[in-house]
């Protein structure tokens, strides 16, 4: 029975001893995600392509604002001068711009942010090729990226990724 419980402890032992120098083998990378995304010269073109894309419905959001605030200004300034019927014909104007408003904005904010995802998938997907790039020909075995508590400066690879995309 000694046999058996030796040849284990024995097998054990050159296990443990070929994955100890595996890993000592391994190259690592750590990629600051949110760095890239925030650093990334992409950011800034995908930012001013959004914002020009829906400049003019802003501004149209931002008029109607405005026009209906007139409308609500114009009821408490004029209600003790106004008929009953004006004054009531206005109030269902208001209630009509505010639900048009509450529309208008929401279909606004539905659209933009299915823009800007729209958009970030693209960008993540860059990023990804980039990283896969850089892994290879660097010959990193493996890169770790968000889920990491510590990284020293000496396998963070977000610069040289930042450079790839550029």
Known sequence: ???????????????IGSQSVAVAETKIGYVDAVKLMN????????????????????????SLQKNLREME????RDTAVMSEDEASKLKRDILAKRRDMKRI??????DLNLRQNEILAKFQ????????SL????????????????????????????????
């Open 73 to 76: 200004d114009k009821l408490s």
């Open 39 to 62: 650093e990334a010269p992409q950011t800034k073109t995908i930012q001013k392509k959004i914002e020009s894309e829906f400049e003019p419905r802003r501004k149209k959001l931002v």
């Open 1 to 15: 029975m000694r046999i058996p419980n030796l040849l284990s402890v024995i097998t054990a032992c050159f296990l």
């Open 125 to 132: 997907k860059q990023v990804y090729e980039a990283i896969e």
């Open 135 to 166: 892994a290879k020909e660097k010959g990193y075995d493996l890169i770790l990226g968000q889920g990491v508590i510590y990284a020293s400066d000496a396998v963070d690879v977000t610069t040289q990724v930042m450079q790839k995309l550029k």
């Open 105 to 110: 904005s929401d279909e606004f904010q539905d």
